[in-house]
């Protein structure tokens, strides 16, 4: 295993739960349901603007870990992000950013 690296990037807000299932994916880990609201709910009171930014921060447990640190972009729909990852995990985990930034993406029992 290489070392840790951050990666710094913004996804449309619409995104977040599809962010959190490929954030958990890629750390082997699936977050449980109470975890995931605990996130949620931070992240509807983060400000990435704010000094010093306010971060909705989830440790991520599996075979990667995985650190992500989100926060809402006020007065847009961007959710900045910020994971600390294996390096071996950067470029899946960029080509995963950049794709949510524009299209939003639904889970597959709601595709029409």
């Known amino acids: 295993m290489q070392g ?3 990666l710094g990037d913004w ?3 619409q995104n977040l739960a599809p962010l959190i299932d490929e954030i958990s994916a890629l750390a082997g880990e699936q977050l449980d349901h109470g975890l995931r609201k605990v996130l949620v709910d931070e992240v509807k009171t983060s400000d990435a603007d704010a000094s010093p930014p306010r971060w909705a921060e989830c440790q991520f447990d599996g075979p990667n870990p995985i ?3 989100l926060g809402v972009d006020q007065g847009t729909d961007n959710l900045q992000v910020r994971l600390d990852l294996p390096a ?3 470029a899946s985990a960029g080509a995963t950013l ?3 930034q524009r ?3 639904l889970p597959p029992h709601k595709l029409p």
């Open 4 to 6: 840790m690296t951050r």
């Open 11 to 13: 996804v449309l807000l």
């Open 67 to 69: 650190k992500a640190y």
């Open 88 to 90: 071996e995990l950067e």
């Open 98 to 100: 950049k794709l949510m």
């Open 103 to 105: 299209y939003v993406l």
